[in-house]
């Protein structure tokens, strides 16, 4: 069991990126969000399994789209172990661009972690 914290900078007009990660054996529990301070640990919470499952456990009711738990699906079929995934990007004219960005920051470090 492993746990790391990162801070990715991105370029203007992008926030910094914040990540938690608690890497256990077969799974990874995720937290991504904006805010440094005082990130709300289960705004839109997603549970995802590397064969294709996953579900939705938490819902903000300020996301419109089910972010978590598509990021949570792609990272557990890319990664092949189950991903437990808590987001918290608020909602603004970028925030499709900072979840890609999240999820790449996020399977490149779980990447890494596993070699």
């Known amino acids: 069991m492993r746990l790391s914290s990162n801070v990715v900078s991105l370029p203007d007009p992008l926030p910094s990126l914040h990540f938690n990660v608690l890497h256990l054996t077969d799974s990874a529990i995720v937290h991504l969000s904006t805010s440094p301070n005082a990130p709300k ?53 970028n925030a499709h661009l900072l979840q890609l960005k999240a999820e790449k920051a996020v399977f490149d470090h779980l990447k890494s972690e596993m070699q």
């Open 41 to 93: 640990l289960a705004a839109d919470l997603a549970c995802a399994f590397p064969l294709g499952s996953s579900t939705q456990l938490l819902k903000s009711a300020s996301l419109a789209d089910d972010a978590a738990k598509s990021m949570s699906q792609r990272l557990a079929k890319r990664l092949n172990i189950q991903v437990f995934l808590s987001l918290d990007i608020p909602p603004s004219d």
